[in-house]
């Protein structure tokens, strides 16, 4: 094998805001509550991140009917369906919502167009924790679209009346296409009022697409959205890429050839796993020539939920 001689780092890489805060939320949460501090579904889609939670104390369930009743219980960062929400009600559960607020955004644009009377399709995958949370805010009104050829045949009882939004984490690009579909089939059809893909997201990808790598390594997770799409935009421009979670998992074979190996990480990778992979660089692979490409610089926050002032009581 011929070693790479450089390492391009894409500068905007890892933790977004709504995932910043979604981890705030629990490491606050076990400093304050009484009792055991319990998670719907993964916080985030990184084992890394939920393994390190879990071992400070985090009880991580799939359904709620795994939590006591009247126990402290936290929403993950991808938001959940109002039945959620009337479950832990029913079991009298101090609740804190970590979904992500541009996900609520969505999900508010949902409820405002359900009670209009149209149809909202919804760009997204079905079985992505996003998805199914969205989806439970107006069932009837809502269908799924993953492709560009199920928006070919997606029926509608009024097709003047239908708006298209997104899920969050999806790649730019295959969104443009399947709404150039929706468009030529619904004249009418309404855009959501700011574009729902979110600027994490769509950063990341920008990023992707500025790096010059002979093959590109996905920091992230099997289950993530957004980290299967950063791999999806380098493949589109014929660059292989692969999805790591660890540095462990980088096969050799893959960068035979390469001079130049680009290295991003997705909006739920956290940063000490991009450090392990250029440790991994610099003492298995030997090189010394390691470059971090700037793109653009994010300044977003979004404040921790009021709820989380009241768990500690």
């Not at 969505?106 to 167009?113: N, P």
């Not at 969205?134 to 050829?149: H, K, M, N, Q, Y």
């Not at 997201?201 to 920091?219: G, P, S, W």
């Not at 250029?278 to 010394?288: E, H, M, N, Q, S």
Request: hydrophobic letters at 40%; one cysteine or more; proline letters at 4%.
């Amino acid at each position: 094998m011929v070693a790479p001689e450089k390492l391009l780092i894409a500068g905007l890489r890892g933790f977004c805001a709504g995932v910043v805060r979604a981890i705030s939320v629990v490491e606050k949460a076990l400093d304050v509550v009484d009792g055991t501090v319990y998670v719907r579904k993964e916080i985030i889609h990184n084992r890394y991140v939920v393994d390190e939670l879990r071992d400070r104390g985090a009880v991580f369930v799939e359904e709620l009917d795994e939590v006591p009743d009247g126990a402290a219980v936290i929403f993950s960062a991808h938001g959940i369906a109002p039945a959620v929400r009337d479950t832990a009600m029913q079991k009298q559960l101090r609740t804190i919502d970590a979904t992500c607020p541009l996900v609520t955004k969505v999900h508010l644009e949902v409820g405002q167009y359900a009670r209009k009377g149209y149809t909202i399709i919804f760009i997204g995958h079905r079985d992505h924790d996003e998805t199914i949370g969205t989806l439970g805010e107006a069932p009837d009104a809502i269908r799924v679209v993953a492709s560009r050829d199920e928006a070919a045949c997606v029926e509608v009882p009024d097709p003047d009346k239908v708006v298209y939004l997104t899920q969050t984490t999806l790649s730019v690009d295959d969104t443009r296409e399947i709404v150039r579909v929706l468009e030529q089939r619904f004249p009418n059809l309404k855009a959501p009022p700011k574009e729902d893909i979110c600027y994490a997201t769509q950063n990341r990808q920008d990023a992707v697409k500025a790096e010059h790598v002979d093959v590109l390594l996905v920091l992230g997770a099997p289950n993530s959205s957004n980290s299967l799409r950063l791999c999806e935009v380098a493949r589109s421009r014929d660059i292989p890429a692969y999805l790591i979670e660890t540095a462990a998992d980088i096969q050799l074979e893959w960068l035979d050839s390469a001079e130049v190996v680009g290295l991003t990480a997705s909006a739920s990778a956290p940063e000490i796993l991009v450090q392990q992979v250029v440790d991994f660089a610099r003492t298995r692979l030997g090189i010394t020539d390691i470059e971090e490409l700037n793109t653009v610089t994010e300044d977003v926050h979004f404040s921790l939920p009021h709820e989380l002032n009241a768990l500690g009581h």
